[in-house]
């Protein structure tokens, strides 16, 4: 028995209690690093959601413009290196086949985000929904 008390200890220590997965420290972006891409929604909340909506945002025009979807969108956009302020948001108005993805980045994609980067994604949190949505940077041609 005592041959393998190394290996029990070694065993139990690996039955810590685990709390979920180890999230990668926050990170505040630049105005720079942030409007030096383009950036591809994966997720909103815990929901992945299918490609096709996109930001991009520009520091020195102070503006934001992407797809939500199906539909080109435009506005305001200020970042202070932790909150990014959107307004006067406007865009296209086509109807497409499937709108789901459309109307679900349109509810959440309004109003002030915390901005950090997590785990080489971008997260955007709500300040009065608390709603999430993550970018990931975007392989373009």
């Known amino acids: 028995m005592r041959r393998y008390g190394w290996l029990m200890a070694v065993l139990l220590a690996g039955c810590q209690a685990n709390t979920g997965p180890a999230e990668a420290p926050q990170a ?13 929604l994966v ?6 959601v299918k490609r096709g909506a ?3 945002f520009d520091a020195a025009k102070a503006q934001v ?6 539909n080109q969108y435009f506005g305001q956009a200020a970042y202070d290196g932790e ?3 959107l307004g006067n948001l406007a865009g296209t108005r086509r109807l497409c086949p499937d709108m789901a993805l459309e109307d679900q980045f349109l509810r959440v994609f309004q109003h002030d985000f915390k ?3 997590v785990d080489g994604q971008l997260r955007l949190t709500g300040t009065q929904s608390g709603q999430v949505m993550y ?3 975007s392989v373009m041609p």
């Open 28 to 40: 505040s972006l630049t105005a720079e690093a942030l409007a030096g891409q383009r950036w591809d």
């Open 135 to 137: 970018f990931t940077p």
């Open 115 to 117: 901005v950090a980067e």
């Open 83 to 85: 909150v990014l302020r």
């Open 43 to 48: 997720r909103i909340n815990e929901e992945k």
């Open 65 to 70: 413009h992407g797809s939500s979807g199906c």
């Open 54 to 56: 996109w930001m991009q």
